[in-house]
């Protein structure tokens, strides 16, 4: 089921540059506001996403789907690749938008950006006002694949899962200089597997409570998010140092990409 659909969603010949991060982004906004225009399906994307620090607890690293952790009592780098899903549980747009027909969506966010503020709150003792911080409010708009992954078939590449995870023993000085700068790179096509419309966009609300790094309270989130995604096919994946050096693979990168 899931190779037709992807093969119905794909055009015989794609128009256009090779789409990096920036350039999908606004390919993403131009079809959401003009949803007639010409499709997005076929064409091809190389997006490089940055690894992020796991401890530091910001929407962009719980949505980040290229984390990293160093133990230094142990001297051990782990490396962990994570997709999302979309769900009815966690989308706002899931039955609207056609997505219940299709296979499980999972999610890679490659961009977007986060407006925090205190939240507060007012008390009135004695005649005095008080007010106090109850925590911190996150406004935040994602850019992200929606790529299907069930029953064994995919739209990733061979022997690559959702979530992929590697330890490797090293001092902190190599530690960083393998961490700065370091990249998930995904590349593929988008494809058009039916949801309405092609670049489909829908909210996300709950709370998240996390240990801030260097305070010793626990700081609620609030989160009020929203999230745009396109369907797409990834055929290689891979984790590149700053100075682009392969340090893992899945895939085969396209033929006539340098």
Not at 69 to 76: A, F, I, L, P, V
Not at 97 to 112: E, H, S, V, Y
Not at 211 to 217: G, V, Y
């Amino acid at each position: 089921m899931i190779g037709g659909l992807l093969a119905a969603g794909l055009l015989a010949t794609s128009s256009g540059d090779v789409l990096d991060t920036a350039k999908l982004r606004d390919a993403m906004e131009t079809a959401r506001q003009a949803p007639a225009a010409e499709s997005l399906a076929g064409r091809r994307f190389r997006i490089a996403i940055p690894f992020v620090d796991e401890r530091k607890r910001t929407m962009k690293v719980l949505q980040s789907p290229a984390r990293w952790r160093y133990d230094y009592s142990r001297g051990e780098l782990t490396v962990m690749i994570g997709l999302g899903q979309i769900s009815p549980e966690n989308y706002s747009g899931f039955n609207l938008q056609g997505l219940r027909t299709l296979p499980p969506l999972q999610t890679a966010f490659f961009d977007g950006h986060e407006l925090r503020s205190p939240t507060t709150t007012v008390q009135i003792m004695r005649g005095v006002e008080k007010r106090q911080e109850i925590g911190v409010q996150s406004i935040t708009t994602s850019y992200g694949l929606a790529i299907p992954f069930a029953d064994g078939a995919s739209a990733l590449p061979p022997r690559f899962q959702p979530f992929m995870l590697h330890k490797v023993r090293m001092n902190q000085q190599a530690y960083h200089r393998l961490t700065r700068g370091m990249t998930l790179v995904l590349e593929g096509r988008l494809t058009a597997l039916g949801q309405t419309p092609e670049v489909f966009c829908g909210d996300y609300s709950g709370r998240l409570s996390a240990p801030e790094t260097h305070i010793d309270d626990t700081v609620h989130l609030s989160v009020q998010a929203r999230q745009c995604f396109v369907t797409a096919r990834v055929d290689t994946v891979s984790v590149r140092g700053g100075d682009g050096v392969l340090l893992a693979g899945w895939g085969t990168p396209a033929p006539d990409r340098p």
